[in-house]
């Protein structure tokens, strides 16, 4: 049972334009989100992430959203560069989880020139 | 400087082997992590370690084992392999109370012939 679920396998995008990648959790407990990036043969790289407690947080061309109600996130990624392309995974957690992280199945991004 | 390596990057073996995956991190966090990124590119946690408590996630299978000589090491020995091991494997640490931000490794893919 996928507790986070990214729902859109790929997304292509013309540069300069905003993505907005989504992820959508199931399980209430959690309260902290984050959004990793990965290019092909790396490891996924930290990028953004988010308190269960805020519904924004900014960081450069970043922005998460986040709608606790709906159980509801986004990555907005604005303006988009070609070097975005890559997959971005969203991943969740919560205080009593040990720090373990939860991960969608990703999405790629194609920024296209 | 790499901050979490890996090795092998690849490793090809046979079905009934018995292989070790090494891991090791300069950062000076606590804890480390071994996760599977199987054929439909998910990410799930194995286990989570650090000096005070290991967790296993449940579902995997007593095949596998984490050793840690030290705090800044995280192998992961896998015995009996079989054809669905086939995954890539990262290894990642974080600092216990800081934004949950993991640092991965690139990776090993590991293929069972």
């Known amino acids: 049972d996928q507790q986070v679920k990214q729902n859109s396998p790929s997304l292509s995008v013309q540069e300069g334009r905003i993505s907005i990648l989504n992820c959508d959790y199931t399980?209430?407990?959690?309260?902290?989100f984050l959004w990793y990036k990965k290019y092909p043969a790396e490891g996924p790289t930290f990028l953004i992430s988010?308190?269960?407690?805020?519904d924004k947080n900014e960081d450069g061309r970043f922005t998460v959203f986040l709608n606790k109600s709906a159980k509801h996130l986004s990555l907005h990624i604005v303006p988009s560069q070609p070097g975005d392309s890559a997959v971005y995974f969203c991943?969740?957690?919560?205080?009593?989880?040990?720090?373990?992280?939860?991960f969608g199945g990703g999405t790629r991004l194609m920024v296209k020139p | 400087d790499t901050a979490v390596s890996q090795t092998p990057k690849y490793l090809v073996t046979q079905m009934g082997n018995d292989k070790s995956i090494k891991c090791e991190q300069n950062?000076?966090?606590?804890?480390m992590y071994w996760y599977k990124q199987d054929s439909k590119k998910f990410l799930k946690i194995m286990f989570s370690?650090?000096?005070?408590?290991?967790?296993i996630n449940e579902t995997v299978p007593n095949r596998f084992s984490p050793k840690s000589p030290d705090k800044a090491h995280l192998n992961l020995h896998i015995n009996s392999l079989e054809l669905g091991d086939s995954a890539v494997y990262f290894c990642?640490?974080?600092?216990?109370?800081?934004?949950?931000?993991?640092?991965f490794g690139s990776g090993t893919r590991l293929t069972v012939v």
């Open positions: 990642a640490s974080s600092q216990e109370g800081v934004n949950y931000g993991y640092t």
């Open positions: 399980n209430s407990m959690f309260d902290y």
């Open positions: 988010i308190s269960s407690i805020k």
């Open positions: 991943a969740a957690t919560s205080f009593n989880a040990g720090n373990m992280l939860t």
């Open positions: 950062l000076g966090h606590d804890t």
């Open positions: 370690y650090n000096n005070k408590e290991l967790i």
